[in-house]
T-cell receptor
Framework: AQTVTQSQPEMSVQEAETVTLSCTYD???????LFWYKQPPSRQMILVIR??????QNATENRFSVNFQKAAKSFSLKISDSQLGDAAMYFC?????????????FGKGTKLSVKP | ETGVTQTPRHLVMGMTNKKSLKCEQH?????MYWYKQSAKKPLELMFV???????ENNSVPSRFSPECPNSSHLFLHLHTLQPEDSALYLC?????????????FGPGTRLTVT
């Protein structure tokens, strides 16, 4: 069975600084997707970034980038130039390529605080 | 707000009550999902509907009964719940059930069972 582990229940970062959120996963599949979702205090979850496992290049979306280490099964999220609006719960998730969305597995989340 | 709405936003019910949660998506999607979010636990997928057909039921107790009358609406009927069912219930939708399309989430219904 797939598992996703986020070892940092809480993180804090100073505004304009950089922070990295950790995620490790365990899967027996060779092809899969990895995701980072953000859930602000209003609770509406949104997709931050997505990585296909077959792609070597790390995904980036503006200030958000990932460090995907396939052999180590690690998928960390780096937030650069942190802003107050980045404060939220961040969830790492994985799923199987070619499968249904029903196979999406989430971690427990990391609560990120941003200090002004 | 995204194109996924949920009502009510808050619900308090006794263990003998019957209530329903409603989800509506205005995105033209064909897949819809129910998740349970409890404190200190990972998000748990409950049900998946793809083109109005239920494609996933993650061993959810029968006191939770989903209904998907069309691709835009999803209901979760609740009856004889337990206090441990108190949680945030999230609805989501995507273009279809494949991994290529991202899921769009609603704001959730905060359910308290007394």
């Amino acid at each position: 069975a797939q598992t996703v582990t986020q070892s940092q229940p809480e993180m804090s970062v100073q505004e304009a600084e950089t922070v990295t959120l950790s995620c490790t996963y365990d899967t027996s599949e060779s092809d899969y997707y990895l995701f980072w979702y953000k859930q602000p205090p209003s609770r509406q979850m949104i997709l931050v970034i997505r990585q296909e496992a077959y792609k070597q290049q790390n995904a980036t979306e503006n200030r958000f980038s990932v460090n995907f280490q396939k052999a180590a099964k690690s998928f960390s999220l780096k937030i650069s130039d942190s802003q107050l609006g980045d404060a939220a719960m961040y969830f790492c998730a994985s799923s199987n390529y070619g499968g249904s969305q029903g196979n999406l597995i989430f971690g427990k989340g990391t609560k990120l605080s941003v200090k002004p | 707000e995204t194109g996924v709405t949920q009502t009510p936003r808050h619900l308090v019910m006794g263990m003998t009550n019957k209530k329903s949660l409603k989800c509506e998506q205005h995105l033209g999607h064909n897949a819809m999902y129910w998740y349970k979010q409890s404190a200190k636990k990972p998000l748990e997928l409950m049900f998946v509907y793809n083109f109005k057909e239920q494609t996933e039921n993650n061993s959810v107790p029968s006191r939770f009964s989903p209904e998907c009358p069309n691709s835009s609406h999803l209901f979760l009927h609740l009856h004889t719940l337990q206090p441990e069912d108190s949680a945030l219930y999230l609805c989501a939708s995507s273009q279809d059930g494949s991994l290529f399309y991202e899921q769009y989430f609603g704001p959730g219904t905060r359910l308290t069972v007394t």
